[in-house]
């Protein structure tokens, strides 16, 4: 099949170049590694629907080529890519940057055995995506002004709203309606949690969860970090896993000669209610700092699903299931708190912050979210509950010289109405997670969905502007938003925030948002 030339790409000869001789032998790999599987569901489709998956095969195959195109046509798509579509290289130069910020590692600036290096092209991404453009001119003003003004005055945006396009290169704002105005920001809130998360912990910071031994009872408590995806499956991935932690423990037991235990279970990381405003809700659990599967009562592993009541005694539960497994018998658990004296028999850790942040923004994540608000608080002496999480973004946000007027910050997650941001704060989030003098702030903008690819942008951009709008979501009844980074016709890496409240439904405001993106992505406006 053909397809279209695409103006983004005609912006970015070199880097496709290079692009192309990056991916080709991962793309080979995939192939290679996927024909088996191909072969087998060929051969177990039926004859009645061979036309019509070989119909979705030919779609399937020319969105990605478009997606490629599209994505290898942008200046700042430079560098290796993994599996999940994010640039390992910027990940691990943000790792890599400030390695001692861990709180559980104890680190120096010194190389560590096994620890992430700078992959050799960090340099070149960070200055794609940070203050550098091979485009001399930023859009007109004036023509970002005819082009966006109609879009998002349209009634399906409701009465109210924020607007604002900045050029990344020089900081410069290009277009603002009501830009200063705080509205509700829904999810784009989770920008903000990622920024004062990462600026106060460092992207390789990780969450540990403990098992600790209380001297002369025979007392196993199992301590939580506040890591939000500790995982009580089989398949873990790259989660921190309860059943690793679990065989570790009963290893350090019987090494002990204690094959009996009484077994509790510490939260008290966190303080104040566990229950966010908004009340029992799918969309998250309760703030606890041990869950196992975020509570979810279901194989979901994103998205709103039934949680249980209290997450801190279920995983304590299944972790005395499997102690169990192991050969130790513990007796049924209860809140405790590990004291001094405790003796560590085993830790496992969360993925690094960078990665928590990337999934928080790909999936929207609230349970995420909440977790790395409590961890910001933790980070700065505040009172580990919804408050002392606000007061500590707030400061961070402050620290960072970005603009925090009229913003109110009432939780992580986005999901407290009461909750405030403007374009203007926003742009300047993404403005700031570009600027090349703060690499750990760079999962920010790799973590947005992708157009039409990935996380909650997967359904939408399905022809315009797919691979090259990055942004993340919001949603509330009766508030959109959409905030994110776009590269124009000409290859110039700007930032957009557009939120509007009083929609009256979600669907027609969602496509009336994506149409003014689609259009900032195809504007010359020069």
Request: proline residues 6%; aromatic residues 2%; contains cysteine.
């Amino acid at each position: 099949m053909t397809v279209p030339e695409l103006r983004p790409w005609r912006a970015a000869g070199p880097h496709v170049v290079r692009v192309a001789h990056a991916v080709r032998p991962r793309l080979a790999r995939a192939a290679a590694a996927a024909r088996p599987r191909v072969a087998r569901l060929a051969r177990a489709s039926k004859p009645q629907v061979r036309h019509a998956m070989a119909r979705t095969w030919q779609y399937t195959a020319g969105a990605a080529a478009a997606g490629l195109a599209l994505a290898a046509g942008v200046v700042a798509a430079t560098g290796p890519w993994d599996s999940s579509g994010q640039r390992t290289a910027e990940r691990d130069r943000a790792a890599a940057h400030e390695r001692a910020r861990g709180a559980d590692h104890g680190r120096t600036s010194a190389p560590v055995p096994g620890a992430p290096r700078p992959a050799p092209s960090a340099a070149a991404v960070l200055t794609g995506l940070g203050g550098v453009s091979t485009v001399k001119s930023a859009p007109d003003g004036r023509a970002l002004t005819g082009l966006l003004k109609p879009l998002l005055t349209a009634p399906a945006l409701g009465a109210r709203h924020s607007a604002a396009v900045v050029d990344v290169t020089t900081g410069r704002r290009l277009y603002g309606a009501g830009a200063g105005d705080a509205l509700t920001p829904a999810s784009t809130t989770k920008i903000a949690t990622a920024v004062a998360a990462l600026s106060a912990l460092g992207a390789d910071h990780r969450i540990p969860t403990r098992a600790a031994l209380e001297p002369d009872t025979n007392e196993v408590v199992l301590v939580g970090g506040g890591d939000p995806t500790l995982t009580a499956r089989k398949d873990a991935g790259d989660s921190a896993s309860l059943r690793a932690l679990a065989g570790r423990t009963a290893g350090a037991l019987a090494q002990r000669g204690i094959r009996e235990v009484t077994l509790s279970y510490d939260k008290t990381l966190y303080a104040g209610s566990e229950r966010h405003p908004i009340g029992v809700n799918d969309n998250l659990a309760p703030v606890s700092a041990l869950m196992a599967d975020e509570g979810r009562t279901d194989d979901s592993t994103s998205g709103p699903a039934p949680r249980v009541p209290d997450p801190a005694a279920e995983a304590a539960r299944t972790f005395g299931d499997l102690l169990g497994d192991h050969g130790i018998k513990a007796r049924a658990p209860g809140p405790s708190k590990a004291s001094t004296r405790a003796t560590t028999l085993a830790t496992v850790s969360s993925p690094p912050l960078s990665a928590l942040v990337e999934r928080m923004l790909t999936h929207s994540d609230n349970d995420i979210a909440e977790a790395l608000a409590r961890q910001t608080a933790i980070a700065a002496g505040k009172r580990a509950d919804f408050a002392g999480a606000g007061q500590a973004i707030r400061a961070q946000l402050t620290g960072l010289g970005l603009p925090v007027k009229g913003s109110a910050f009432k939780d992580g997650s986005g999901l407290d109405r009461a909750g405030r941001l403007s374009a203007d704060a926003l742009t300047a989030l993404l403005v700031k997670s570009a600027d090349p003098a703060h690499p750990e702030l760079r999962p920010v903008l790799t973590g947005l969905p992708v157009a039409g690819f990935t996380g909650t942008l997967a359904s939408r951009y399905a022809d315009g502007a797919a691979g090259v709008v990055r942004a993340k979501t919001g949603t509330l009844t009766g508030v959109n938003a959409l905030a994110g980074t776009v590269v124009d016709r000409h290859g110039r890496l700007l930032a957009f925030a557009f939120l509007a409240t009083g929609t009256q439904d979600a669907t027609t405001a969602q496509s009336a948002l994506d149409k003014a993106a689609t259009a900032l992505a195809d504007c010359g406006c020069r």
